[in-house]
Nanobody, 114 residues
Framework: VQLQASGGGVVRTGGSLTLSCKVS????????IGWFRQAPGKERELVATITSGGRIDYSDSVKGRFTISRDIVKSEVYLQMNSLKPEDTAVYYC?????????WGQGTQVTVSS
């Protein structure tokens, strides 16, 4: 099982970025995939999830600004981030849980400057 996150960068407040998570080694649409983030000195937090059935949930902090989606053919999950704020600065990770095991991507840094 492998997850590879990409798309991070530096953007100004109010800007946009799209993160991608390329997955392999498992049947992509059989499992829920989530985006998490971890800011310096803070715990890792859930940002958005998309279930195998396509149900989507967001944390309150990103609701209305972020959009999670997936491309089953490409085995990719995306996180479109709009109206970015300095408090969105963090390392973003994608994760899949298969049974009792959690698999994480390597993380991609998002920095929002004020």
């Amino acid at each position: 099982v492998q997850l590879q996150a990409s798309g991070g960068g530096v953007v100004r407040t109010g800007g946009s970025l799209t993160l991608s998570c390329k997955v392999s080694g498992f049947t992509f649409d059989d499992y829920s995939i989530g985006w998490f983030r971890q800011a310096p000195g803070k715990e890792r937090e859930l940002v958005a999830t998309i279930t195998s059935g396509g149900r989507i949930d967001y944390s309150d902090s990103v609701k209305g600004r972020f959009t999670i989606s997936r491309d089953i053919v490409k085995s990719e999950v995306y996180l479109q981030m709009n109206s970015l704020k300095p408090e969105d600065t963090a390392v973003y990770y994608c994760r899949v849980r298969i049974g009792s095991l959690a698999y994480w991507g390597q993380g991609t840094q998002v920095t929002v400057s004020s």
